[in-house]
């Protein structure tokens, strides 16, 4: 599976951003989908994940900020990003989880928030 990454860049607190991510190859292998976060200093840390039935699990510190969604027709995945905190400054990676149970990661998208 290959993933490709689009989104990110600068945006001012409270902003918005949009990050989008379509995978490739084996994509009828592919279960959860998601997007980490890894900040500078900090170790990779979950951000959201849906499943291919349109479950979603969110981390405390993004719910009712962010929004996950999937379009499993076009094996994306997208990230709704809105009252964005100088702290949501990372590198977001695109994920997805396979039935084989392997895993694959995106090449990562800076997004910075500035106070």
């Known amino acids: 599976v290959q993933l490709q990454a689009s989104g990110g860049g600068l945006v001012q607190a409270g902003g918005s951003q949009r990050l989008s991510c379509a995978a490739s190859?084996?994509?009828?292998?592919?279960?959860?989908m998601g997007w980490f976060r890894q900040a500078p200093g900090k170790q990779r840390e979950l951000v959201a994940t849906v499943s291919r039935g349109g479950e979603t699990n969110y981390a405390n510190s993004v719910k009712g900020r962010f929004t996950i969604s999937r379009d499993n027709a076009k094996s994306t995945v997208t990230l709704e990003m809105n009252s964005l905190k100088p702290e949501d400054t990372a590198v977001y990676y695109c994920?997805?989880?396979?039935?084989?149970?392997?895993?694959?990661w995106g090449q990562g998208t800076l997004v910075t928030v500035s106070s």
């Open positions: 190859g084996s994509i009828s292998s592919i279960n959860i």
């Open positions: 994920y997805v989880h396979v039935i084989t149970q392997r895993e694959y």
